[in-house]
């Protein structure tokens, strides 16, 4: 008995000391793995905290669509947020087939592609107020693409939605000065140029609740946004005004007025560490004859990405990640992760229209807002595009000061979303040399990614970045600006 005793509580003592190690491990694991992202999640945006971001893309033959919406913790603020979003959607297919199934348009249906895309920015008031400006942008044929604002401020605690009236107290002549100042502004700003008419002004800011129905609320402004054609031409495009809260101080709610801040000590400011990423070298590869660049389109997303990261990880294997700007903000350890672990990021632009569509200083602003996010956030610069749907034409070209990146093997994982369907696709098609489209975004395609590399592997691949595929690390001279390349060359 006595024995028997001993024995068990050996064996408790053994069970408990495994236990206390592996948990010690565990707690290790996180820290080393907090060490090497930490400098990064200091840099997101406060704007950005608490907030995740939805994205829902598609291209067909006849339409693309790029829909970015928020999610928040609360769920009745998401409900009438997605509801936005796919009332939308829903429409701008119903839209899209009705012109699809109709009379073939001069130059095809190609030419004519429609495109739906929403993106949004935040604002922010204070910890539980915040504002979201979604920028609805449609094209359905013809010389111009369609334009929509529209605005919703949220108390994030407790879901009840603000209208500008709640802002003000009762009886407050608001409607009256917000009009003058907004007038006022508009025509001092001189930001109509020469499109300027002042009667258009005088009538898009006449003193009712739907001139001023699109507003936002930073901790400092109010900013009133006027789609085009409300306060000018078309060519005048979109307009606003800021109207700093101090000027209209005694007409604001109580819960709204604003205590002058302190003036900041400088002194507080703390001066960021500077980054430090640790890169691994990258793998000498002395045998071209079978290697395949996988490529992730759309993220980063905070699960699929991850465990497509993990999956690589346990297998040594690479990948490129093409990384939207206004998803790579909400992410910077995940582009930290990609990075330290061998992989490549590559641009994707901010939010996925098509450049084809885009004037030339609106092309470069996609590309060059992804390129600085992704440099403030990992101290890396992407020397690589994908432009979205692979749209590209002659004059985005001469635009992109990247080599551009399609591919050559596409298992249309957003559409078959059967991770089966997916390995079977690749199984069969890629062969060596090929580039390889799937997007993070979806679980389906995170959960391909070990089948497919492991197959590769028995077979004798290797799985290589696309700038390792394509030789640009070897040798820069091989990436040549505005050139399209969709599988590896014949240069080794
Ligand atoms: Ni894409």
Redesign the pocket.
């Known amino acids: 008995m006595k024995k028997i005793v001993h024995i068990s509580l050996l064996g408790l003592i053994i069970i408990i000391s495994l236990f206390v190690l592996k948990q010690q491990s565990i707690i290790k694991k996180q820290e080393d793995d907090k060490e090497n992202y930490e400098y990064l999640s200091k840099s997101k945006s406060p704007n950005l905290e608490g907030i995740n971001i939805i994205s829902h893309?598609e291209y067909e033959d006849y339409y693309v669509l790029g829909v970015h919406y928020p999610v928040t913790n609360n769920q009745k603020i998401n409900s009438e947020i997605s509801e936005l979003a796919y009332n939308h959607i829903t429409e701008f297919k119903s839209d899209a087939e009705e012109f699809f199934t109709g009379p073939e348009p001069p130059g095809g249906f190609s030419s004519w592609k429609y495109e739906l895309n929403i993106d949004y920015d935040i604002h922010r008031f204070s910890s539980e107020i915040f504002s979201f400006k979604f920028d609805v942008y449609m094209y359905t044929g013809g010389a111009h693409s369609i334009h929509e604002i529209i605005t919703k401020s949220f108390n994030l605690e407790s879901g009840e939605k603000l209208k500008l009236r709640d802002l003000f107290k009762e009886g407050s002549e608001y409607l009256n000065v917000i009009s003058n100042l907004s007038y006022t502004q508009l025509i001092e700003s001189g930001r109509l140029g020469d499109l300027f008419s002042e009667n258009w002004v005088k009538k898009g800011t006449s003193p009712n609740e739907e001139n001023f129905k699109n507003f936002t609320l930073t901790d400092n402004s109010m900013f009133f946004f006027f789609p085009a054609y409300q306060v000018g031409p078309w060519a005048a495009g979109d307009q606003y005004v800021e109207i700093e809260y101090i000027t209209i101080n005694s007409l604001l709610n109580s819960k709204f007025a604003k205590v002058p801040l302190e003036p900041e000590d400088s002194d507080k400011e703390i001066t960021p560490e500077p980054p430090n990423p640790q890169i691994p070298e990258p793998p000498v590869i002395d045998d071209y004859s079978k290697v395949v660049a996988l490529t992730f389109?759309?993220g980063p997303h905070p699960t699929n990405t991850t465990i497509i990261l993990d999956e690589l990880k346990k297998r040594n294997a690479v990948a490129t990640f093409?990384v939207l700007g206004n998803r790579a903000q909400y992410y910077p350890e995940l582009l930290a992760r990609i990075i330290s672990e061998g992989s490549e990021i590559g641009n994707?632009t901010w939010n996925?229209k098509q450049l084809t569509k885009l004037s030339t200083e609106e092309i470069h602003k996609q590309i060059n807002d992804t390129q600085e996010i992704i440099k403030y956030l990992t101290d890396i610069t992407p020397t690589i595009i994908?432009p979205?749907?692979g749209s590209v034409d002659k004059r985005v070209k001469q635009e992109i000061n990247m080599p551009i990146i399609l591919w050559s093997v596409d298992p249309e994982d957003w559409k078959n979303k059967n991770s089966d369907m997916i390995i079977g696709h690749i199984l069969t098609k890629a062969k060596n040399g090929d580039i390889v489209l799937q997007?993070d975004l979806y679980e389906w395609t995170a959960k391909s990614v070990g089948p497919i590399i492991d197959d590769f592997i028995a077979k004798g691949y290797k799985f290589v970045t696309v700038s390792q595929l394509l030789g640009f690390d070897q040798n820069p001279s091989n990436a040549i600006a505005g050139k399209i390349y969709y599988l590896q060359q014949l240069i080794y």
Request: cysteine-free; glycine content about 0%.
């Open positions: 893309i389109d759309d093409f994707h996925h994908r979205p749907y997007h």
